[in-house]
């Protein structure tokens, strides 16, 4: 796999699952919340016109586009696929 442009692949952390069944509302409420406490993502890839972050690399992404970024299944793991634009910190 190639990632082209200026997008780059984030890895999702897990998120512990529900000890009862929820609805899908109530599903993609407890995800929105979740969001909102990475503070720390890990780049799996990074597309070939990224410069200032590889894979590998820890980065704080900015809650409004963890929320819009696409969902991409990869082996069984989802990743974020996000802009570059949307990195604001490389720790």
Do not use: C
Not at 56 to 67: H, K, S
């Amino acid at each position: 796999m190639k990632l082209l442009g200026k997008r780059i692949l984030i890895n999702v952390p897990e998120i512990e699952k529900a000890v009862i069944e929820l609805s899908p509302a109530q599903e993609a409420e407890r995800e929105k919340e979740a969001i909102k406490k990475w503070t720390q993502l890990e780049v799996h890839s990074v597309g070939d016109e990224v410069e200032k972050v590889k894979a590998g690399d820890r980065v704080y992404v900015q809650t409004f586009a963890l929320e819009g970024a696409e969902k991409i299944d990869l082996d069984g793991k989802i990743k974020l696929l996000v802009k570059e634009f949307d990195i604001a910190i490389v720790y």
